[in-house]
């Protein structure tokens, strides 16, 4: 038994598909409708796969359902299957009891079958506490589960334009994120802003009413909860400042950032080292790219959109300071990435237990500072710091003895490492003279995602 789950458009479905295409497979994709329709539904699945004559009005129970499958993979047992149930919160909150129907199925009629079962939802809310949880009648069933999420920049890039350059990778990956459905839509043939504009900035485009068309299937309150991630897209870090921006009580506004972070859109960040059960820097964030980018550069412009208007390049922001801007903020997430993946390829002596970002008060300096990238490997007794600069040009000098400042910020005690990730690569010469300063590793966009 395999629980599979994650939010929508993230690629559950066509996985377990590839998985399946050798296959025999009963697959039942459950509907949000009524118990005894999708229990219809079901029942047609099972016969026709089993080549049976159906029952009038399909079977009367889950039970008896279940028990047919099983009966018929018992009489058939030199030829195993794959019984998928797709999207079973759908059919589980319609039949409260399902749960404890497929636990007692589970226990005493699948387990002496040649059967393989495959349960798949895109409420990971659901998943985890009523499939997953140790309150749930499923608890201890499973055998594997797949939390399936975004995509980091490499697998991404293998979704994107062949002739994309590494420019346009970065740039696609800042406004698409992971999400593969959003990566198929590029079409080879049109360049960055072509596709971005036919996409998001087209009252026809696919992803144009995108966010707003997963918050309706997924939330019970799709207005307030665009409210809560439009506060937290235009700025506001705290709940306080979200909830007076969405126009909510600030009691309960708490309650609907953990439901979007439920479903990987917003995430709470507390600096590095920080406990962020007691921390009060906490700040609320978009997490996913195409959601930050969506509501950064879409949402504001909805109305010039709806009139036709969102063909120019100063309208949806695909070039110029500000979006280079953004492209600045997604650049630390790709940085960081590039770390994971050099240290799991073993290009890179260092073991992150810990990483995040860092920012507070500098005492010594007497101001608020910050630090881009702080990794910390407690096994190696190594600390890592970096600072990303997405920008044609910076003085490398300054930047690198900020850094070397700034370490004693961190708390975490090790050798210290600093790295210099830029858009463009530093000089050479330059480089060398900045070694002098401690042992800075330099990194440039081209090198990372060429």
């Known amino acids: 038994m395999v629980v599979v789950y994650g939010r929508r458009r993230i690629g559950k479905t066509a996985l377990i598909a590839h998985f399946c295409k050798n296959r025999r497979t009963l697959w039942f994709t459950a509907k949000e409708q009524s118990s005894a329709m999708n229990l219809r ?20 129970s889950w039970s008896t359902a279940f028990e047919r499958i099983a009966k018929n993979a018992r009489k058939d047992s030199s030829h195993p299957f794959v019984f998928v149930f797709d999207e079973f919160p759908y059919a589980a909150a319609a039949e409260p009891g ?15 079958t040649n059967m393989m079962l495959i349960l798949c939802g895109s409420n990971e809310g659901f998943m985890e506490s009523r499939v997953l949880g140790s309150k749930s009648p499923l608890y201890g069933r499973r055998t594997a589960q797949i939390h399936l999420r975004p995509f980091d920049i490499f697998d991404a890039s293998k979704l994107m334009p062949s002739n994309a350059s ?35 900035f087209n009252v026809g485009g696919i992803l144009y ?24 897209g235009s700025g506001k870090t705290k709940p306080k400042a979200i909830a007076e921006q969405a126009g909510m009580d600030k009691d309960s506004v708490s309650a609907y950032l953990r439901t979007l972070e439920s479903l990987g859109l917003v995430e709470r960040n507390v600096p590095l080292g920080e406990n962020p059960a007691r921390s009060r820097k906490g700040l609320w964030t978009i997490k996913d790219p195409f959601f930050a980018y969506w509501y950064r550069f879409v949402s504001p412009r909805a109305g010039l959109i709806d009139m036709g208007q969102g063909h120019a390049p100063a309208v949806y922001g695909t070039s110029g300071g500000v979006f280079e801007t953004y492209v600045g903020q997604q ?10 993946q050099q240290s799991r390829e073993g290009k890179f002596d260092f073991l992150p237990t810990s990483y995040g970002k860092w ?51 961190i708390t975490e005690k090790g050798e210290r490492l600093y790295f210099l990730f830029s858009k463009l690569p530093v000089r050479g010469d330059v480089q060398g003279k900045t070694r002098q300063l401690g042992p800075f590793t330099f990194v440039d966009a081209e090198t990372m995602f060429g």
């Open 98 to 112: 399902l749960a404890s129907s497929l636990q007692i199925a589970i226990d005493h009629q699948f387990e002496d």
């Open 41 to 60: 539904e079901f029942s047609q699945q099972i016969f026709e796969f089993f080549d049976e004559p159906g029952w009038p009005g399909g079977f009367p």
């Open 166 to 200: 590494w420019l346009d990778r970065v740039h696609y990956y800042a406004t698409l994120g992971g999400t593969p459905y959003y990566l198929k839509q590029l079409d080879a043939s049109k360049n960055f802003e072509e596709n971005i504009e036919s996409l998001c």
């Open 359 to 409: 920012w507070g008060n500098d005492p010594v300096a007497k101001q608020q500072t910050d630090i881009d990238v702080v990794m910390a490997d407690d096994i190696n007794k190594k600390v890592l710091l970096g600072e990303c600069k997405w920008r044609e040009s910076f003085n490398v000098n300054e930047a690198a003895e900020k850094l070397i400042e700034r370490s004693p910020l």
């Open 209 to 232: 009413e995108e966010p707003m068309m997963l918050m309706r299937q997924e939330l019970r309150e799709p207005m307030l909860y665009n409210s809560v991630i439009e506060a937290v």
């Open 331 to 340: 650049f630390e997430r790709m940085c960081m990435q590039w770390l994971f």
